[in-house]
């Protein structure tokens, strides 16, 4: 299984990003595919995730409103896209993946078993 993220850039406050996640060896049935971001030295943080059985999704309540995380089944591919930016949206943003994950697991990284290479996202004031 192999995740590769992209689409990470440098905009202004307001603008918008749209992440990719391509999944290779990967089947998403019964999985919970996520987004999680990591600032220069803080921890790393959940942003996004969706359960692909039933399509359930689930957003930090930062950004609520301003980030959709959807998927594409037929491209094995997840998105984030993400609007309004602001500065403290800045970081390396990672794809992730789980086996079905109940909904009080799915803000928690350890369950994620494969992850991606992050993207850098960098929002300017």
């Known amino acids: 299984v192999q995740l590769q993220a992209s689409g990470g850039g440098l905009v202004q406050t307001g603008g918008s990003l749209r992440l990719s996640c391509a999944a290779s060896g990967l089947d998403f049935s019964q999985k919970t595919l996520a987004w999680f971001r990591q600032a220069p030295g803080k921890d790393r943080e959940f942003v996004a995730a969706i359960r692909w059985s039933g399509k359930s999704t689930y957003y930090q309540d930062s950004v609520k409103g301003r980030f959709t995380i959807s998927g594409d089944g037929a491209k094995n591919t997840v998105f984030l896209q993400m609007n309004s930016l602001k500065p403290e949206d800045t970081a390396v943003y990672f794809c992730?993946?789980?086996?079905?994950?109940?909904?009080?697991?799915?803000?928690?990284?350890?369950?994620?078993?494969?992850w991606g290479q992050g993207t850098q996202v960098t929002v300017s004031s």
């Open positions: 992730a993946a789980a086996r079905h994950l109940i909904t009080s697991a799915v803000r928690t990284g350890a369950y994620y078993t494969h």
